[in-house]
């Protein structure tokens, strides 16, 4: 079955470094979703990307989906305590179920 | 517009118990998932329903089960309970399969 795996999977940086987390898929994706969750809460949705190579940006967030639609990245701009949690990647095929990435955890050092 | 709401938030059970989780979706979503998660495995995937019917099952035994109801809510079951299913088990809906998902506050259930 799919696969999806993520790296690094936790991660420590100062305030004001940038952070990358890549998100790889066994099978080509139809579309792929991320996704953050803060220590004790639920994930909350961040982005869709459905073509291949797109990418978008909100503020200090990039994501990009890779041309063969196996990958995708999140990189965060400039880290700040308020990005501290983990990030899912969630790749979906048509007909198929979302299967969830292990999740990188950061955590930002003040 | 509220949110996903799950209920209970936290459960006690004990080994070879049953137990009922249920779910409300955001109203007008018609696809609702449930995930468990727990510290070693991430987010598992369990079910997915759309307007009542079983659209995917995820890899778990035949202890569990669910539902969905006409207008959406849904219900997931777990029988004889062992230690193993202790877990975070998560709701989510979606306007559509495939969609963005929306994620309930989970039910933390502790079996001992």
């Known amino acids: 079955g799919q696969q999806v795996m993520q790296i690094p999977q936790y991660q420590h940086v100062q305030e004001g470094e940038d952070f990358t987390t890549y998100c790889n898929s066994s099978t080509t994706l139809s579309n792929i979703q991320w996704y953050k969750q803060r220590p004790g809460g639920h994930p909350v949705f961040l982005i869709q990307?459905?073509?291949?190579?797109e990418v978008k940006k909100q503020k200090r967030l990039t994501f990009q989906f890779g041309e063969a639609k196996k990958n995708s990245s999140l990189h965060i701009t400039a880290t700040q305590t308020t990005d501290v949690g983990t990030y899912f990647c969630?790749?979906?095929?048509?007909?198929?179920?979302?299967?969830f990435g292990p999740g990188t955890r950061l955590s930002v050092l003040p | 517009k509220a949110g996903v709401t799950q209920t209970p938030r936290y459960l006690i059970k004990t080994r070879g118990q049953q137990v009922t989780l249920s779910c409300s979706p955001i109203?007008?979503?018609?696809?609702v998932s449930w995930y468990q998660q727990t510290p070693g495995q991430g987010l598992q995937f369990l079910f997915e329903?759309?307007?009542?019917?079983?659209?995917n099952k995820g890899n778990f035994p035949g202890r569990f089960s669910g539902r969905q109801f006409s207008n959406s809510r849904s219900e997931m079951n777990v029988s004889t309970l062992e230690l193993g299913d202790s877990a975070l088990y998560l709701c989510?809906?979606?306007?559509?399969?495939?969609?963005?998902?929306?994620f309930g506050p989970g039910t933390r259930l502790t079996v001992t």
């Open positions: 109203s007008g979503h018609r696809s």
């Open positions: 989510a809906s979606s306007l559509l399969i495939g969609a963005e998902q929306y």
């Open positions: 329903y759309f307007s009542e019917t079983q659209r």
């Open positions: 990307l459905v073509k291949s190579g």
């Open positions: 969630a790749g979906h095929n048509y007909g198929q179920n979302f299967v």
